[in-house]
Antibody, heavy 119, light 107 residues
Framework: EVQLAESGGGLVQPGGSLRLSCAAS????????MNWVRQTPGKGLEWLSY????????YYADSVKGRFSVSMDNAKNSLSLEMNSLRDEDTAVYYC????????????WGQGTLVTVSS | DIQMTQSPSSLSASVGDRVTITCRTS??????LSWYQQSPGKAPTLLIY???NLQSGVPARFSGSGSGTDFTLTIASLQPEDFATYYC?????????FGQGTKLEIK
């Protein structure tokens, strides 16, 4: 069974940093593309980043480009999102999601982890 | 960047109704569009990919159509578990933007 489990969320001050992890089971992350998507409480979904497991190619939304960095750890079969220079507007639930092999549409999602940026 | 316009933003319907949600993109994305369902407090689930391909395990009352810039998600006969929020997403080029969402409520 495919499962994804995010961790690392919490309260951080503006300007601070946080690292989110996404542990995968039931599949090998290196064989797939992976997305990070966030959702502000009560609002819609915002796509943040994509990494190809095969090529390592990465893409980012303009709102996080230069501040966030996505990576894969093949030994741990996991995904990470390094978040720097955090702002109040980064407060959200962060989801990792696996893509289909034929599309970047996400067929499996974690339960999400809440990041709160506040002083 | 490709802009997404999803409509309506909310919709009231009854069990058994047929409903349609539309998604329009600011430039052609061929058929690189997916649809998701999200229930309160839950992660989204994939319904449709490549505009009209039903994801495994999704009931056949869900269907998608369209190409280019105009797409639709249709639910043939609403069931109680279908009352949720629906999102479209373009999968053509990064950033892979989502639509604003359509909240489907019970009338």
């Amino acid at each position: 069974e495919v499962q994804l489990a995010e961790s690392g969320g919490g309260l951080v001050q503006p300007g601070g940093s946080l690292r989110l992890s996404c542990a995968a089971s039931g599949f090998i992350v290196n064989d797939y593309g992976m997305n990070w998507v966030r959702q502000t409480p009560g609002k819609g979904l915002e796509w943040l980043s994509y990494i190809s497991g095969r090529s390592g190619t990465t893409y980012y939304a303009d709102s996080v480009k230069g501040r966030f960095s996505v990576s894969m750890d093949n030994a741990k079969n996991s995904l990470s999102l390094e978040m720097n220079s955090l702002r109040d507007e980064d407060t959200a639930v962060y989801y990792c999601a696996r893509t289909l092999k034929v599309s970047v549409a996400a067929d499996s999602w974690g339960q999400g982890t809440l990041v709160t940026v506040s002083s | 960047d490709i802009q997404m316009t999803q409509s309506p933003s909310s919709l009231s319907a009854s069990v058994g109704d047929r409903v349609t949600i539309t998604c329009r993109t600011s430039q052609t994305i061929k058929t690189y569009l997916s649809w998701y369902q999200q229930s309160p407090g839950k992660a989204p689930t994939l319904l449709i990919y490549f505009a009209s391909n039903l994801q495994s395990g999704v009931p056949a009352r869900f269907s998608g159509s369209g190409s280019g810039t105009d797409f639709t998600l249709t639910i043939a006969s609403l069931q109680p578990e279908d009352f949720a929020t629906y999102y479209c997403q373009q999968n053509y080029s990064p950033p892979y933007t989502f639509g604003q969402g359509t909240k489907l409520e019970i009338k």
